[in-house]
């Protein structure tokens, strides 16, 4: 089975902090993303990559940034955290290019930001 | 956007009664799946329907595509208590396999 692991499950932080949240996918899978959810609002994709140190902005990329160095990793970073990134946040992977291909996700990260 | 839109926003039902949710998206798609989410975890795939699919199934769940009406639904039958969970549709499209693009989810509560 897919193993896709988020690092932390509850964070709290402070305004203004240095946040990342870590995600690691066992699969050997191209694609990596990060989500954001939020009441009444969906899933909306903050960022994605398709290879190793390659990204693509999503939806809402701001204030937010993304590492990838390696394959399996991909890691989500609030530069200087804002009440208004309180969220719950979610890694997923895919498949690389194919007809087909599902999603999968981890279990997800609640941030807290105070 | 390319989000998809599910109606209702929340259904309640009874064990044992149907559950019909309905997804609507704009542009041109490659496939449209369903995922599940119970309450505070990841989202589960449950099934894919590709653009030239009318219907599938898959045990309970039955999945209906309207290419021309730009709208899917996801019909449970015969539901229980531990379907209660929100339920999303994601498009990829046509020229991206690579993007999922969800919808805001039915929130479903199935009373036992």
């Known amino acids: 089975d897919v193993k896709v692991t988020q690092s932390s499950r509850y964070l709290v932080k402070r305004t203004g902090e240095k946040v990342f949240l870590e995600c690691v996918q066992d699969?050997?899978?191209?694609?990596m993303f990060w989500y954001r959810q939020d009441p009444g609002l969906g899933l909306r994709l903050i960022y994605f990559s398709y290879d190793v140190k390659m990204k693509e902005k999503g939806d809402i990329p701001e204030g937010y940034s993304v590492s990838r160095e390696k394959k399996e990793r991909f890691s989500l970073i609030l530069e200087s955290a804002s009440t208004n990134q309180t969220s719950m946040y979610l890694c997923?992977?895919?498949?690389?290019?194919?007809?087909?291909?599902?999603?999968?996700f981890g279990e997800g990260s609640w941030l807290t930001v105070v | 956007s390319q989000q998809g839109e599910e109606d209702p926003q929340a259904l309640s039902i009874q064990e044992g009664e149907n559950a019909t949710m309905n997804c609507s998206y704009k542009?041109?798609?490659?496939?449209l799946q369903w995922y599940r989410q119970n309450s505070g975890r990841g989202l589960v795939h449950l099934i894919l329907i590709r653009s030239n699919e009318r219907e599938k199934h898959s045990g309970r769940l039955r999945v209906t595509l309207d290419t021309s009406k730009k709208s899917s639904s996801l019909l449970i039958t015969a539901s229980r208590a531990a379907d209660t969970a929100s339920y999303f549709c994601a498009t990829v499209l046509i020229y991206n396999f690579n993007k999922f693009y969800f919808g805001s989810g039915t929130k479903l509560n199935v009373k036992p």
């Open positions: 542009t041109s798609i490659n496939n």
């Open positions: 997923a992977s895919s498949p690389g290019q194919g007809y087909g291909n599902t999603i999968y």
């Open positions: 699969m050997d899978h191209e694609n």
